[in-house]
């Protein structure tokens, strides 16, 4: 068994792996951070472990500092750190790793890999789209889907890059204008997918991954959009929720499946046409429509905010899961969840998503977190010596959990009226109100 577990970024996500991580007695925590994360630096000192902050997207740095350390598994996280071949660069130090090597983040950092290996595979679930390195076809392929598109980048651009016709994008001219910008500034990268709209409801399928065992995390329900009511510029995340199962309340066993072997036939079509077995989480954002089950994207990681969802709610020790990821032995453990239900919503800066304002200090009233049972998470995060600021992302994660979903709604408001500073959140995020609309619009879709 190992006991020294190294956990590569320092996010609100990476603290909820870290506080799980730590709940075995045994796991010594070290953690190489891109900025000093409080909570994970607490939870590293606590554990016998330490933390260190410099450039987490250099494999070679953080690959000495592990092998100096003498780290049993490590847990890199971010998207970035796996597209830059972290995990690469410690297998060759015999460092065993529960996240993708560079070739299977591919599926993430890539999205036309993906689209071609689905379309190879014949994976069911695959919206209509296509591929462009420049203009050419592309005005013609955006007037064959109708004008109803979504326009992405290749790469990664932290959850920002892609606008819909009818949300970010007015009509078909402006989302021809939108691509073509794309290109012009090689945005995420060298090239620009424009897919067919897509109408439904969102959720994400998490699932713990060793390249034949794919075992499934409870859906969650995430909130890109900035603003009350969905409007507003896709953020990387304003907030998700759990329901007390696996489900969600707009979202049967049969589409739950439907989304679990959509991922497992991607998984199984990486090891039979490229020879790459996926080791670690493959995330899967569903739109769940009235023709079936459409897969978004995948991410080759936890999401955040929905690994501190999930990760609220798992029984099994986190060292346990990651352990058998490593081993290539999934298949022979269990894993079980809490029946309960969660919410998270992310204070951000005002400002948020745009242009923060300038850094200013947040303070915590230790008493009314207390009361309210929610717990917080760092993100993006000054920690100075006279207290913590804002930074120029999302600050902090507020989670509730509860017996339902609307009690642990409750639980994060109140947990985000005991933080202080010039912060704002989503206020309908897990809301009765809201989750009647997701519901009943689902309803209305299937009906048509
Ligand atoms: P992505 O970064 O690929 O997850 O896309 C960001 C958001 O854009 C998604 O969460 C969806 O809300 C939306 N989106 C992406 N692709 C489509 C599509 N084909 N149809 C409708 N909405 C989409
Ligand atoms: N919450 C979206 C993501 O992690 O990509």
Redesign the pocket.
């Known amino acids: 068994m190992a006991s020294k577990f190294l956990l590569v970024g320092s996010g609100a996500r990476e603290h909820a792996i870290a506080q799980s991580l730590c709940k075995r007695e045994d796991v010594q925590l070290y953690a190489y951070m891109s900025a000093r994360n409080p909570g994970i630096d607490e939870l590293c000192k606590k554990s016998g472990g330490e933390s260190k902050v410099g450039d987490i997207h250099n494999p070679a740095l953080v690959g000495d500092w592990a092998q100096a350390k003498g780290i049993e598994l490590a847990f890199p996280s971010p998207d970035a750190v796996l597209a830059a071949g972290i995990c690469d660069e410690l297998v060759k130090f015999h460092i065993p790793v529960a996240a993708p090597l560079k070739s299977a983040a591919r599926i993430e950092w890539d ?1 036309s890999f993906l689209r071609q290996l689905m379309e190879k595979g014949r994976v069911p679930g695959c ?1 209509k789209n296509g591929f462009f390195r420049t203009t050419d076809g592309l005005n013609g392929f955006i007037d064959s889907l109708g004008g109803q598109v ?1 326009v ?1 980048p290749i790469g990664l ?1 932290g ?1 920002k ?2 606008a ?1 016709v009818g ?1 970010q994008l007015k009509d078909a001219a402006e989302a021809k204008s939108y691509a073509r910008s794309i290109l012009d500034q090689r945005i995420g990268g060298d090239g620009v997918i424009i ?5 439904g409801e ?1 959720f994400t399928l998490q699932c713990f991954c060793d390249g034949r065992t794919l075992l499934p995390m409870p859906a969650v329900q ?1 909130h ?1 959009a900035a603003h009350v009511g969905d409007l507003g510029p ?1 953020t990387g995340g304003m907030g998700s929720y759990t329901d007390t199962g696996m489900l969600l309340p707009f979202l049967t066993a049969t589409e739950f499946e439907e989304a679990h072997k959509i991922l497992q036939k991607v998984a199984r079509i990486l090891e039979l046409e490229a020879n790459i077995r996926f080791s670690g989480v493959m995330y899967g ?1 569903f ?1 769940a429509t009235a023709k079936g089950i ?1 897969l ?2 995948i991410n080759a990681r936890f999401g955040d905010p929905e690994a501190i969802n999930v990760l609220a709610l798992l029984e099994t020790p986190l060292a346990d899961v990651l352990e058998a990821i490593a081993d290539r032995r999934l298949g022979k453990i269990e894993i079980t969840w809490k029946t309960e239900a969660t919410v998270v919503k992310y204070l951000v800066p005002e400002g948020y998503p745009s242009k923060a304002v300038a850094p200013s200090p947040i303070t915590i009233d230790a008493k009314k977190l207390k009361s309210s049972k929610a717990e917080l998470y760092y993100a993006s995060v000054d920690a100075r010596e006279d207290g913590i600021h804002t930074a120029s992302s999302r600050s902090i994660a507020v989670l509730g959990i509860g017996k339902s979903i609307e009690e642990a709604e409750k639980s994060a408001e109140a947990g985000c009226g005991a933080v202080t500073g010039p912060l704002w959140h989503r206020e309908d995020i897990g809301t009765a109100a809201l989750i009647k609309k997701r519901i009943e619009h689902m309803k209305e879709l299937k009906k048509r």
Do not use: F, R
Request: net charge negative; charged share 40%.
């Open positions: 999205k919206p979504a992405k651009t959850g890059g892609v819909v949300l897919e067919e709209k897509l109408e969102e995430d890109k896709n954002q739109m459409y978004i994207e």
